[in-house]
Structures are given as structure tokens and as C-alpha cells.
């Protein structure tokens, strides 16, 4: 059965990366104790194995230390705390190297399963844990009962392990007892390491199934129901009301630039009524004349009111109009198959500038501007 969310929807999407990647950051990792005890006790064996010999050495003299009087502390009680600490002190040094083994173990272990990673999240206090709610739950619910089934089958197969190794090294523990004390020591040190192999092959059998459980499992509490898959796209991509506010606002700035670019056309070429075209040419700066300002309808109306207000030439040429605004986009150089009609316009343009009444030359007047074939509809 999927598990529900705070919206009261089932789980029932795969966690997306981003999820994935604020559980990783909140310390939330998949971990197996029974792999840390396998190794833990794994290290242990191999540490006794290895220097065996040196910590029997050491566990000897300290022995000896501890077990021969001093007769100057003897009559002084003041003397027994401090004497009392440099013994366990002693003993702490001797097994330090193995303390070491198991301490790297237990470091590994975490690493082993789902990485090198360290959280400040994780460190901070969070009083949910402290909720009895959830607490019943972790112990009546699917992670309780796992739990249980984990702890029987761990004493089951660690006592079954041990059991047989003892079982079968039973003669040979009551013989240690006739043995000299180096002797006993170094052949109970054999029976240790295989004992702590047996534990670790019990484990390590514990440990192959909770694994892929724990990996399962993390990722189960991180399913996420649609309402929060969609929160979770709409917070990465921004929310359609956001997005679209945006896109107005760059359309208001980009529509606030292009009327500010009127005044400097050298042309407006209109349809009359429905489309809008500024061209502007600088034959120094510019290889073809270039559309600083387009609009239909309304932006279109906008713009003829500017260049009237700013006395730019506006000349009515529809089939050029829509041509230019369906085929150049704001900012671009009109295209080569337009050259010569918008070539005809300024040059009706130049005309009319050089044009004065009263010298005998008629007023000018705009050819009909031709288009090749396949332009003049949108």
C-alpha cells in the first residue's frame, strides 16, 4: 500500500533528483548497521590476526604490572585513583591499534553504502523526533516490525555461529587451562579470530538482505505524490502566473524600446491601418536598411502616432507592410528580395525632401512598390 503525503495524496512518483538531492543534503542517507557490525567484526579479526603477537606481548606485561604489588602505594589510599587510572590507561594503549580498526570499520561502513558526504542539517536539532506520534509509529509500523525480524535473525545467526565454533573448540578450551599462560594465550587468540570470522560470515549473510532493503526502503519514504511533484516543477520553473508576469514585462520593455527608436526611423511603412513597419538605414553602419519598430493593431496605431508626433514620413505601401512584418523580426536587416521595393520608397522619400514648390518639377509621387512573387500576405 503507498504511503500518503501531508496532502493526503498517495505516493506514488519516483523521487526526482532534486529530492533526492535535499534528502542527501538533510543527512537522510540509506544505512545498514549489519553491514557496519559485519565490518566492525571483520576489522576485529583482521587486527587480532595481524598483531596478535604484539597485543599479546603488551596484554602480558601489562598483566604482570597490574598483578605485582607496589609496596610504596600499598600503605597510601591516596595513591589507589591515580594508580588505578595509569592501569587503564596501560590497557587502553595496548588495545588502541584494534580500537583503531574498529572505529575506521565503522566509518567505512556508512561510505561504503551511499557515500563520503557530511551534512550540517543533519547535526541540527529536530524536535519531530521528539514527537511520541511518531515514535509509535517507528515502532508499530513496517520500520518496527523489520526491526524486530532483524534482531531475532541477528541472534539467531550470530548465536548459531558461535555456538558451533565453541561447540567444536569445547576440548580444546578446557585444555588452555594446563597450559602455560603464553601458550593458552596465544591458542586462545586463534579461537577468538574464529570466532570473530564465524560472527562475520553470520552478518555479512544478515547484511546481504538489509542492503537492498535499506536502499528500497529510502527511496520508498522519499516517494512523492503529483501535488508535490507539480509544487516541485512549478518552485524549479517558476509558477505559470509568475512566468507569464514576466513575459509581460518584458514585452512592455521591449515595446517601451522600440517606440523610443521611432523618432530616428527614417520611414514608417504602413497598411494603412493594421500593421506597422520602422525602417531606419545608415549605408555607413548598416549593409541593407533595418526594422527598429513593428506592430499590428494597437502597437501599430502606437507607432504611427509617434512618428507622426516626431515627423517621420509614413508611406502606405500594404503588401510591403505585411512582407516586412511577417519575414524581419525586430532589429534585423531586411532580406535580400525586399531590397527593391523598400529601395523604391526611399527613393520617394529623397525625391520628396528635394522637392520645392514653383520650380516647374511636379511633385513626386510613390510608384507602386512590387513585390516578388510570394510575398504580401501573412
Known amino acids: 500500500m503507498a504511503q500518503e503525503g501531508e496532502d493526503g495524496q498517495e505516493k506514488t512518483e519516483q523521487p526526482t ?30 587486527g587480532l590476526a595481524l598483531l596478535g603477537t604484539r597485543l599479546s606481548i603488551g596484554a602480558l606485561g601489562w598483566m604482570r604490572g597490574a598483578l605485582t604489588p607496589d609496596v610504596a602505594r600499598m600503605g597510601d589510599l591516596r595513591r589507589l585513583p591515580a594508580h588505578f587510572g595509569e592501569l587503564l590507561g596501560g590497557l587502553l594503549w595496548q588495545a588502541l591499534p584494534l580500537m583503531l580498526l574498529c572505529i575506521l570499520a565503522a566509518v567505512v561502513a556508512p561510505i561504503a553504502l551511499s557515500g563520503l558526504r557530511f551534512s550540517q542539517k543533519a547535526l541540527m536539532p529536530d524536535f519531530k523526533r521528539l514527537s511520541p506520534l511518531a515514535g509509535l509509529k517507528r515502532i508499530y509500523g513496517r520500520e518496527g516490525a523489520v526491526e524486530l525480524l532483524k534482531a531475532l535473525l541477528r541472534v539467531i545467526l550470530i548465536g548459531t555461529a558461535a555456538s558451533l565454533v565453541l561447540w567444536g573448540a569445547y576440548a ?49 519514504k522519499l516517494k512523492m505524490s503529483r501535488q508535490e511533484l507539480r509544487d516541485e516543477m512549478k518552485e524549479s520553473e517558476g509558477s505559470p502566473e509568475v512566468k507569464g508576469r514576466v513575459r509581460r514585462l518584458q ?24 500593421y506597422a513597419v520602422a525602417l531606419k538605414y545608415d549605408a555607413k553602419a548598416m549593409g541593407a536598411p533595418r526594422v527598429v519598430a513593428r506592430g499590428v493593431d494597437e502597437i501599430a496605431a502606437a507607432i504611427r502616432t509617434v512618428a507622426i508626433g516626431n515627423r517621420v514620413p509614413i508611406v502606405e505601401a500594404p ?60
Open 17 to 46: 533528483e532534486k529530492r533526492l538531492r535535499d534528502a542527501r543534503e538533510k543527512g537522510q542517507v540509506p544505512r545498514s548497521r549489519e553491514l557496519a557490525t559485519a565490518l566492525i567484526f571483520l576489522a576485529a579479526a583482521g
Open 172 to 220: 580444546q578450551l578446557l585444555g588452555l587451562v594446563n597450559q602455560p599462560l603464553e601458550t593458552a594465550a596465544g591458542e586462545g587468540l586463534g579461537l577468538t579470530v574464529i570466532l570473530l570470522l564465524a560472527m562475520t560470515l553470520a552478518t555479512a549473510l544478515l547484511a546481504g538482505a538489509d542492503v537492498p532493503y535499506q536502499l528500497w526502503s529510502h527511496k520508498e
Open 251 to 274: 514585452q512592455e520593455i521591449s515595446q517601451r524600446r522600440m517606440m523610443e527608436a521611432v523618432p530616428g526611423a527614417d520611414v514608417v511603412v504602413v497598411n494603412p491601418t493594421h
Open 319 to 378: 503588401p510591403l507592410a505585411r512582407a516586412l512584418y511577417r519575414d524581419v523580426r525586430l532589429g534585423q536587416e531586411i532580406p535580400a528580395p525586399l531590397y527593391a521595393a523598400v529601395a523604391q520608397v526611399l527613393s520617394y522619400l529623397y525625391q520628396l525632401k528635394a522637392w520645392k514648390p514653383g520650380q516647374g518639377v511636379p511633385h513626386p509621387t510613390l510608384p507602386k512598390v512590387e513585390l516578388p512573387e510570394g510575398y504580401g500576405e501573412v
